[in-house]
């Protein structure tokens, strides 16, 4: 079993930044690929960006790239998303998951957060 907690989400302007982290707790988090979704009120569930378990191989939605980096400290079982030029359209809960997989599909994320709430006001 992976526990993962989120923080860091909030009320920001239009052009703000934010910092997301994620706390792991449970078996080894090393090994998991880990990600972050988000879900906007009446939309399904996003992915956003994943990295690796190395932090050799990351991927980002098209939306986010240029504007978010995901980033993870093992020694620290902790993930982070750094969200720069934040938008309205940002706006969601964002969720943090892990996996064994190599993938970004959310079916295939057996672990998640409770979110957290950004909302970014224009």
């Known amino acids: 079993q992976v526990q993962l907690v989120e923080s860091g989400g909030g009320l920001v302007q239009a052009g703000d930044s934010l910092r997301l982290s994620c706390a792991a707790s449970?078996?080894?988090?090393?090994?998991?690929?880990m990600a972050w979704f988000r879900q906007a009120p009446g939309k399904e569930r996003e992915f956003v960006a994943s990295?690796?378990?190395?932090?050799?191989?990351?991927y980002y939605t098209d939306s986010v790239k240029g504007r978010f980096t995901i980033s993870r400290d093992n020694a620290k079982n902790t993930v982070f998303l750094q969200m720069n030029s934040l938008k309205p359209e940002d706006t969601a809960v964002y969720y943090c998951?892990?996996?064994?997989?190599?993938?970004?599909?959310?079916?295939?994320?057996?672990?998640w957060g409770q979110g957290t709430q950004v909302t970014v006001s224009s």
């Open positions: 990295i690796s378990s190395t932090g050799g191989k990351i």
């Open positions: 998951a892990a996996t064994l997989f190599d993938s970004n599909h959310p079916s295939l994320y057996p672990y």
């Open positions: 449970g078996r080894t988090f090393s090994a998991d690929r």
